[in-house]
């Protein structure tokens, strides 16, 4: 049972209910920050009247909004992990699966993903 569904009988609705972080990033780095939420949005089946709204929500928790529109190859190693994360908080998941997700980063930027994740328990229900 994962988010109240059986795993064997209801496979759909468990995907739509968990969000998944890689311990590296997977985020296209030649796409803005923007693009790259759009492209999950879509692999996700978010309708596309909540898009944007929902795009515009992550961006905002993990503080990117002012850097969307910029390529991702311009974003550091912090940015493209809080970006990541983003993806995963995407769809609203009721479970979100993190593989390491700070592994690699300094301190602060440690410290800052972990209020962003929890920051998220809250706001993204």
């Known amino acids: 049972m994962i988010a109240g569904f059986d795993v064997m009988k209801n496979a759909k609705q468990v995907r739509e209910n968990i969000g998944f972080v890689q311990q590296e990033t997977t985020v296209d780095e030649y ?3 923007r693009e790259n939420l759009l492209l999950q949005a879509k692999l996700n089946h978010i309708p ?5 709204q929902r795009i515009d929500e992550v961006l905002e928790l993990i503080e990117l909004s002012d850097k969307q ?3 991702v190859v311009t974003y550091s190693g912090g940015m493209r992990k809080r970006l ?5 908080l995407l769809h609203h998941p009721k479970v979100l699966f993190l593989d390491e997700p700070t592994v690699g980063l300094d301190i602060q930027t440690r410290r800052k993903i972990w209020q962003y994740i929890k920051k998220s328990t809250l706001n993204l229900k």
């Not at 596309?48 to 944007?52: A, L, R, S, V």
């Not at 990541?84 to 995963?88: N, V, Y």
């Open 31 to 33: 796409l803005t920050g």
């Open 48 to 52: 596309k009247n909540e898009i944007n």
């Open 69 to 71: 529109h910029q390529a």
């Open 84 to 88: 990541d994360i983003a993806g995963g």
